[in-house]
């Protein structure tokens, strides 16, 4: 099967990204298929020779997609319309075409198959809730408005495979576009990398490397875009709890700036510490006793399951698709209203006075996670993709010859 991935950027850091860096070594290694990926920028994945390609296994042909400077808007207009160019020059360069071409999202407008992470109908309706002005917030607004007239277009279209991964984008591509034939395809852990050995044998020196002693009790949120991961109820919990020496560890690329002051306001400035993403998650759960993810909005949220695999008890929300894999007060704890902050605050009390507590959910927590490998989940994407192929192959032998 000769397969392109459409993707911006690919790497292991986060989690759109990783799950396409993840499917990319997978089918490479799976005798029979020819990896293509269009990639503005790659980081962790080994490719091979352009020449050499399907020739050894594991071969993966990275085309480089130019990136154009500017306003995001620009960027991703610009990236919309190159990839598609550099696919069909390279088809007929070679005179081949791709048997699949697989997207993560709103990249192109002739996928075969899309993987949705994101659906901005529903971002964009946070966007308005939020009340934000000024050129950033305007700026979002025309962004959030292009992809969801493309969303429309595209998504709307059966003729376009959909895959979903977790039940909530699957309900919202039903409720948003009419698309109830969407397959559910859940994110996976790398349990060589994120497992309770290896995060307990960092716990030490990550801890001192973020300056918390033994006795502080360190709650992690990561991600990026901190409003819809919940920053905002996870400092007003933090706050409920200020009798607890409780230090919150904040980790992403947002600017911490723009939350200095509800941090002032409520007392917390010796109780933050805001970090840039690291290269390596795992020193992130070594230095944290509770992973919290309150989400606002979320189709899956995969450091809630890395950190589950590693051994730590978790808090996230049911706006966070990932939810629906876990079990309430068994391996981890679920906020019915992502804005709750005071029963967030019992949770994190409760998870702080009770050792024992901890313990026996992050032992569960191990056990729930061991169920969604990256290798289950890229076999179901590919076993979707065989399909697919033999759909079209099958469509293409029954039309009448002229």
Same mark, same amino acid.
Request: proline share 4%; net charge neutral; charged share 25%.
């Given at each position: 099967? &000769?397969?392109?991935?459409?993707?911006?950027?690919?790497?292991?850091?986060?989690?759109?990204?990783?799950?396409?860096?993840?499917?990319?070594?997978?089918?490479?290694?799976?005798?029979?298929?020819?990896?293509?990926?269009?990639?503005?920028?790659?980081?962790?994945?080994?490719?091979?020779?352009?020449?050499?390609?399907?020739?050894?296994?594991?071969?993966?042909?990275?085309?480089?997609?130019?990136?154009?400077?500017?306003?995001?808007?620009?960027?991703?207009?610009?990236?919309? &319309?190159?990839?598609?160019?550099?696919?069909?020059?390279?088809?007929?360069?070679? !005179?081949?075409?791709?048997?699949?071409?697989?997207?993560?999202?709103?990249?192109?407008?002739?996928? *075969?198959?899309?993987?949705?992470?994101?659906?901005?109908?529903?971002?964009?309706?946070?966007?308005?809730?939020?009340? *934000?002005?000024?050129?950033?917030?305007?700026?979002?607004?025309?962004?959030?408005?292009?992809?969801?007239?493309?969303? &429309?277009?595209?998504?709307?279209?059966?003729?376009?495979?959909?895959?979903?991964?977790?039940?909530?984008?699957?309900?919202?591509?039903?409720?948003?576009?009419? &698309?109830?034939?969407?397959?559910?395809?859940?994110?996976?852990?790398?349990?060589?990398?994120?497992?309770? #050995?290896?995060?307990?044998?960092?716990?030490?020196?990550?801890?001192?490397?973020?300056?918390?002693?033994?006795?502080?009790?360190?709650?992690?949120?990561?991600?990026? *875009?901190?409003?819809?991961?919940?920053?905002?109820?996870?400092?007003?919990?933090?706050?409920?709890?200020?009798?607890?020496?409780?230090?919150?560890?904040?980790?992403?690329?947002?600017?911490?700036?723009?939350?200095?002051?509800?941090?002032?306001?409520?007392?917390?400035?010796?109780?933050?510490?805001?970090?840039?993403?690291?290269?390596?998650?795992?020193?992130?759960?070594?230095?944290?006793?509770?992973? #919290?993810?309150?989400?606002?909005?979320?189709?899956?949220?995969?450091?809630?399951?890395?950190?589950?695999?590693?051994?730590?008890?978790?808090?996230?929300?049911?706006?966070?698709?990932?939810?629906?894999?876990?079990?309430?007060?068994?391996?981890?704890?679920?906020?019915?209203? #992502?804005?709750?902050?005071?029963?967030?605050?019992?949770?994190?009390?409760?998870?702080?006075?009770?050792?024992?507590?901890?313990?026996?959910?992050?032992?569960?927590?191990?056990?729930?996670?061991?169920?969604?490998?990256? !290798?289950?989940?890229?076999?179901?994407?590919?076993?979707?993709?065989?399909?697919?192929?033999?759909?079209?192959?099958?469509?293409?032998?029954?039309?009448?010859?002229?």
């Amino acid at each position: 099967m &000769r397969v392109a991935i459409v993707s911006p950027f690919v790497d292991k850091k986060h989690g759109t990204e990783r799950a396409v860096a993840e499917l990319a070594e997978h089918l490479a290694f799976k005798p029979g298929h020819e990896v293509h990926v269009y990639s503005q920028r790659v980081d962790d994945v080994a490719f091979s020779n352009p020449e050499s390609i399907g020739e050894r296994a594991g071969d993966i042909h990275w085309r480089k997609v130019v990136s154009v400077p500017g306003p995001h808007i620009v960027q991703f207009l610009s990236w919309f &319309r190159l990839n598609r160019s550099a696919r069909q020059a390279d088809a007929a360069r070679t !005179g081949k075409k791709f048997d699949i071409v697989f997207s993560v999202g709103i990249n192109c407008p002739d996928a *075969d198959v899309i993987l949705v992470h994101a659906v901005f109908q529903r971002l964009a309706e946070l966007q308005k809730q939020s009340g *934000d002005r000024g050129l950033r917030s305007l700026h979002r607004k025309l962004y959030y408005g292009l992809l969801c007239k493309l969303e &429309r277009k595209i998504y709307s279209d059966k003729r376009v495979t959909l895959a979903a991964v977790s039940q909530r984008t699957a309900d919202q591509l039903a409720r948003y576009f009419g &698309r109830n034939d969407v397959r559910v395809i859940p994110n996976g852990v790398d349990f060589e990398t994120f497992n309770p #050995a290896a995060r307990i044998s960092l716990r030490r020196a990550s801890r001192e490397h973020f300056g918390f002693s033994h006795s502080e009790f360190v709650v992690l949120l990561v991600g990026n *875009d901190w409003r819809n991961k919940g920053l905002g109820t996870l400092l007003e919990s933090a706050a409920d709890c200020r009798e607890l020496p409780l230090r919150l560890l904040v980790v992403g690329s947002d600017d911490p700036e723009n939350w200095r002051a509800q941090v002032s306001q409520l007392g917390l400035e010796q109780k933050v510490r805001f970090a840039p993403p690291s290269p390596n998650v795992l020193e992130l759960y070594a230095a944290a006793d509770v992973l #919290a993810a309150p989400s606002r909005e979320d189709s899956f949220n995969l450091p809630v399951l890395e950190a589950m695999a590693c051994g730590l008890a978790a808090i996230t929300s049911t706006d966070a698709g990932v939810a629906t894999l876990l079990h309430h007060g068994t391996d981890c704890f679920i906020l019915e209203q #992502a804005t709750d902050s005071a029963t967030l605050a019992v949770y994190l009390r409760q998870l702080y006075e009770n050792e024992n507590l901890r313990t026996t959910m992050g032992e569960q927590a191990v056990r729930t996670a061991s169920a969604y490998s990256w !290798g289950k989940s890229c076999s179901s994407m590919e076993k979707l993709m065989e399909e697919l192929k033999c759909a079209k192959y099958n469509l293409r032998a029954q039309r009448p010859q002229l």
